[in-house]
């Protein structure tokens, strides 16, 4: 189906207001559908992201069997197939814009012995798939992949899952949380101990959640890598879960709350788990005001209710170690560090050129348009900002979000505190991960954003 793009201009609309919950985490969410189709019996969802990304991952399980029902309460149940017991789909699995779909999905494929064709959306289409193919072909898998740009390999791809699965050592060449939990997933479905090495700490949903379904899972640390060695096959136990917050779509409010003046919003139950909240520590470098309330355990997770004030924000460099728990809140940060004053640097961020757009290009191209002062490196941008004063906005230019939905939310959270309002191209894939961000922009300023 052709995509129909949805322009929208996002203006100043005066301080940030009142109290909100931001909608549940997308990692979570996605691995909650996923092992409660792996657990025999039912599992119940509670605070459920409901995203068209995990949306496509509901409509994947589906596709290969799993029983999966929305309340009218807005709590899921998941009916699983138990592990091994997924079904050959009757046609192809299309992920969508979801990378977490796709890649999670391939892993719990690669070790059943089907045949699974996957598709998205022409930003997925763009975007690396090597980095699972080659664990999953280790295991024993098989694929035929599109070629990419550079010799990429790329969808829409073909998967004949390999049954019995081989057991691997195997370790991260990338710090990608979503290529360890691929080789988790198949690990699943594999006789023996599956084990990934993770030299550099990534979001740890996956094994927290494994834990909790019952699998074995033994995690050590060896001169300063993680180093997880999951026992295969186990009889998933189905669970009661709620999921928290999703600190990557609070990201926005908490920095338009302190970007614009007069602010003063509470965030409540937002995920703080330390491989994900990295954005915190950063603003409150910069001179950001986020106060931590009422800290809490959420679904084995822990959470917090967030107050952040408008607050005066300084160029800082931002140490590279912290880039894997805030990965995907950089465009964001990006725009926070335009309005500081001073010089932002950031480095080490060569993995935000495969995420749903090259997000260094497309935020340096984004900012350049609302008078902002950019450098783009090969692995970072540097940021001149403009010491609080208003960015200029878009005069006749529209923003070019390339179907990634973090660079239209962050280039609206630049409207909010630019002179003449911000224009992006299309909103529609702002869906993908937080259908109500506008409306909640709304219900928070005074004046219509
Ligand atoms: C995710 C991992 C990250 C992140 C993505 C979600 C996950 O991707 O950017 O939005 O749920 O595992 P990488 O694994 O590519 O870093």
Redesign the pocket.
Known sequence: MPHTPSPQTFRPAGPLRGSIAVPGD??IS?RSLILGAMAVGETRVSGLLEGEDVLATAAALRAMGADITREDDGTWHVHGVGVGGLLQPASAIDCGNS??SARLLMGLVASHGITVSFTGDASLSKRPMGRVIDPLSLMGASFTASPGANGTQCFPLMLEGAHPAVPITYRLPM?????K?AVLLAGLNTPGITTVIEPVP??DHSERMLRGFGAQLDITEEDGARIIRLTGQPELQPQDLTVPGDPSSAAFFIVAATLVEGSDLTIRNVGMNPTRAGLVGVLRAMGADIEELEPREVGGEPVADLRVRHAALKGIEVDPAVVPSM??EFPVLFVAAALAEGTTLTRGLD?LRV?ESDRLATMAAALEAVGARVEESEDGLTIHGTGGEPLRGTANARIKTHLDHRIAMSMAVAGLASRDGVEVDDVSPIATSFPRFESMLSAVTPRPA
């Open positions: 997308k990692s996605h990378g977490t710090p990608s949380a979503q290529v939990s990534t979001r990965v995907d993995e995420k």
